[in-house]
């Protein structure tokens, strides 16, 4: 197969094996159970057909109470964390970034995850990259809030305003959240994708490949 100039790679689940996010956002609230009983209504919402906006409100109780300096040294700290743990990273897709970026690919990574938090841990890992499109926080009164969160069209929005001809690339991901920036993409590659994922994508003429 001839090298792809731009590959776009979704970070969850496909360069690491967990919800680097979600993670973070635990942390927060096992230390404060009234931020878990806050939170618990907001968890509802995951149940029905507005779980970007439950995990949304879960975020942000999480954060509430945090300065930006404070978000910034705990998004360093778990980034750095998650790079060094082997049972977080997927050391193929790693392998495949670096080879890809060598022979002359453009690497963009485009995540729902936040951006400083990705960047500390594409950073510790050591994992090259040319853009980084990803979700940001804006600081408030009461803590943190999701600003731009870069989930499902968002995701592919966001890159076509940063200028990357997402109908150019190579697209890998694990995600059906994924399936806008799929539909846009040229090429779709699957990381860990459930038979679930795999399916969907099919029945909406997305032709998908396995990492190689």
């Known amino acids: 197969m001839e090298q792809p100039g731009l590959v776009v790679y979704d970070l969850d689940g496909v360069i690491t094996r967990k919800d680097t996010f979600s993670a973070l956002v635990m942390s927060r609230l096992v230390r404060s159970p009234l931020r878990i009983i806050r939170s618990l209504s907001a968890a509802a919402l995951l149940l029905s057909e507005s779980k970007a906006l439950g995990s949304r409100r879960i975020a942000e109780i999480a954060l509430s109470g945090m300065t930006d300096d404070s978000y910034t040294e705990l998004a360093e700290r778990l980034g750095r964390k998650f ?57 408030t009164a009461s803590g943190l809030e999701v600003a731009d969160h870069r989930v499902g069209a968002r995701k592919v929005e966001a890159l076509r305003e940063l200028g990357e001809p997402i109908e150019k690339a190579e697209f890998v991901t694990d995600s059906l959240s994924d399936l806008p920036t799929a539909l846009a993409a040229a090429r779709v590659v699957l990381v860990g994708a459930s038979e679930r994922t795999r399916r969907r994508f099919g029945e909406h003429g997305v032709r998908v490949h396995d990492a190689s």
Do not use: F, K, N
């Not at 990273?89 to 453009?106: A, F, K, L």
């Open 83 to 139: 790079a060094a743990d082997t049972r977080w990273i997927r050391c193929d897709t790693v392998h495949r970034i670096r080879r890809q970026h060598e022979q002359g690919s453009r690497i963009v990574i485009a995540t729902a995850t936040e951006r400083r938090l990705a960047h500390a841990l594409l950073t510790a890992a050591d994992i090259p990259y040319d853009l980084l499109s990803a979700s940001r926080l804006a600081a």
